[in-house]
C-alpha cells in the first residue's frame, strides 16, 4: 500500500467514534486494511435454559439478551464466520485480532480463525479472582474465560511489546494465565435503574495488559462488539485511537458518557519500555570502525576467558573465530550465546560490557 493510500484510509476511517449497526455491514464499509488490532468480545451464544437461582431463591442476573440469542449452533457458526472475514478485511497486513470468549463458543471461534487464515499466536487464560459460584453444584466453577490472540497471517510482522510486559509484571516475564477480578464496585457501569449497564462488561485491566502488550501510541482499534466501551475507554487512555460498532442504543449512551470523561494520559506517561528487537540493529563491526574498539583489544568473558578482536570485526581465541555470538558459544560450548551481554572491554580499570558502546551508538540514531 503507497502512503498516499494510507493517507486516503485513515482520512476516511471514523476515528473515536461509536458507529450505529450491525458490525458486519459497518466493517465492510470501512476501508481494507486499515486497522492496527481488533478486540472482539462477540456474544457466547450461552444456551441458557430457563431462570437461575441462588440458594436463597433471588435470581442470579444473567445473560439472557435478545443480542445472545442463536436458534442453532451452525446460525452461530455461520454469524462467526461472516464477522470474522468482515474483521480480517479491515485489518492491515501485520495487524492482529483478539477474541474472548468462554467454552460455549470459543473453540468455534478458534476453528474458524484458523480457516480463514487467520494464524493463532497465543491463547490466554483469563482467571477471574471473584468468579460468579455455581449454585447448581452440578459443575465445576466457571472461574475464566480465554482469549485467543492471532495475526492476519503466518510470518505477519505483529506488534508485541515484550519488554514493557515485562516490566508492567515487575520484571518477570508475562505469562499467558492472566489473574484479574471481574468487574465490581465503582467500575460496574450501571443503568438509570441501578443495575447492571451490560451482563459482560470486561475490567479495564484486561484491555490495558492487551493493548499495552499489542500496541503503540496512535494506533486503531476496532471493537466490532463495543458494549459500553471499555475498548473505547482504555484506548483513549493510552493514546490510541478507537473504532467501536454497537446496534443496541442503551450501551452506545452508556459508552459515549462514559468515554467523554475519560482522560488521556500525557505524553511522557504513554511512552512504554520497546521492545529489544525493535531497536536499531547495530553490527559489532561499527565499533570497531568507530575505534570504540581497536583491532588487537583483549574482550574478557565473566569466567575470565579471553578474545582478540579483528579489523574485520570478528573475534579470536586461539584457534576459534568467528562473531562475538559465535566465540562466546564455542568457548562455552554452548548452543548459543549473546556476545553483546557476554564480552566485556576495560574502561577505568573496570570490566564494562560492550553493550554498554552498541547502547551509545543506538542513542545517536533516536
Known amino acids: 500500500m503507497t502512503t498516499k493510500t494510507k493517507t486516503k484510509a485513515a482520512v476516511q476511517l471514523p476515528l473515536n467514534q461509536i458507529l450505529d449497526g450491525d458490525c458486519i455491514e459497518v466493517m465492510n464499509s470501512l476501508p481494507e486494511n486499515s486497522v492496527d488490532l481488533i478486540f472482539a468480545d462477540p456474544p457466547y451464544n450461552l444456551q441458557l435454559k430457563g431462570e437461575l437461582h441462588r440458594p436463597d431463591n433471588s435470581k442470579v442476573d444473567a445473560v439472557d439478551n435478545d443480542w445472545d440469542q442463536f436458534d442453532s449452533f451452525r446460525v452461530y457458526d455461520d454469524f462467526t464466520r461472516a464477522w470474522l472475514k468482515a474483521a480480517r478485511r479491515v485489518l492491515k497486513p501485520n495487524g492482529a485480532i483478539w477474541v474472548i470468549g468462554s467454552y460455549h463458543n470459543v473453540f468455534r471461534m478458534g476453528a474458524e480463525l484458523q480457516n480463514q487464515g487467520y494464524w493463532i499466536l497465543n491463547d490466554v487464560v483469563w482467571r477471574k479472582s471473584n468468579p460468579m459460584p455455581n449454585f447448581r453444584g452440578k459443575r465445576f466453577t466457571n472461574a475464566h474465560e480465554t482469549l485467543i490472540w492471532a495475526s492476519k497471517a503466518e510470518g505477519a510482522k505483529y506488534t508485541f511489546n515484550y519488554e514493557a510486559l515485562k516490566a508492567l509484571n515487575e520484571g518477570v516475564q508475562m505469562r499467558s494465565d492472566w489473574v484479574i477480578p471481574i468487574c465490581t464496585g465503582h467500575e460496574r457501569l450501571k443503568d438509570e435503574n441501578g443495575d447492571k449497564?451490560?451482563?459482560?462488561?470486561?475490567?479495564?485491566?484486561?484491555?490495558?495488559?492487551?493493548?499495552?502488550?499489542?500496541?503503540?501510541?496512535?494506533?486503531?482499534?476496532?471493537?466490532?462488539?463495543?458494549?459500553?466501551?471499555?475498548?473505547?475507554?482504555?484506548?483513549?487512555?493510552?493514546?490510541?485511537?478507537?473504532?467501536?460498532?454497537?446496534?443496541?442504543?442503551?450501551?452506545?449512551?452508556?459508552?459515549?458518557?462514559?468515554?467523554?470523561?475519560?482522560?488521556?494520559?500525557?505524553?511522557?506517561?504513554?511512552?512504554?519500555?520497546?521492545?529489544?528487537?525493535?531497536?536499531?540493529?547495530?553490527?559489532?563491526?561499527?565499533?570497531?570502525?568507530?575505534?570504540?574498539?581497536?583491532?588487537?583489544?583483549?574482550?574478557?568473558?565473566?569466567?575470565?576467558?579471553?578474545?582478540?578482536?579483528?579489523?574485520?570485526?570478528?573475534?579470536?581465541?586461539?584457534?576459534?573465530?568467528?562473531?562475538?555470538?559465535?566465540?562466546?558459544?564455542?568457548?562455552?560450548?554452548?548452543?548459543?550465546?549473546?556476545?553483546?551481554?557476554?564480552?566485556?572491554?576495560?574502561?577505568?580499570?573496570?570490566?564494562?560490557?560492550?553493550?554498554?558502546?552498541?547502547?551509545?551508538?543506538?542513542?545517536?540514531?533516536?
Open 197 to 366: 449497564a451490560h451482563p459482560t462488561q470486561k475490567p479495564e485491566a484486561l484491555l490495558h495488559r492487551v493493548l499495552v502488550g499489542c500496541t503503540n501510541p496512535g494506533d486503531v482499534i476496532l471493537d466490532p462488539f463495543f458494549g459500553t466501551g471499555t475498548t473505547g475507554a482504555v484506548a483513549k487512555m493510552l493514546g490510541r485511537d478507537f473504532i467501536g460498532i454497537e446496534r443496541e442504543e442503551n450501551y452506545r449512551k452508556v459508552a459515549e458518557k462514559r468515554i467523554s470523561k475519560i482522560r488521556k494520559f500525557d505524553k511522557e506517561a504513554l511512552t512504554t519500555t520497546p521492545s529489544k528487537r525493535a531497536e536499531p540493529r547495530v553490527p559489532f563491526g561499527q565499533l570497531v570502525e568507530r575505534g570504540m574498539l581497536r583491532p588487537g583489544e583483549m574482550l574478557v568473558s565473566p569466567r575470565g576467558k579471553t578474545a582478540k578482536v579483528r579489523a574485520d570485526g570478528t573475534l579470536i581465541s586461539d584457534d576459534v573465530r568467528g562473531s562475538i555470538h559465535q566465540v562466546g558459544a564455542a568457548l562455552e560450548s554452548a548452543p548459543s550465546c549473546n556476545g553483546w551481554t557476554y564480552w566485556h572491554f576495560k574502561q577505568d580499570g573496570k570490566r564494562v560490557p560492550i553493550d554498554v558502546l552498541r547502547q551509545q551508538i543506538r542513542a545517536e540514531m533516536n
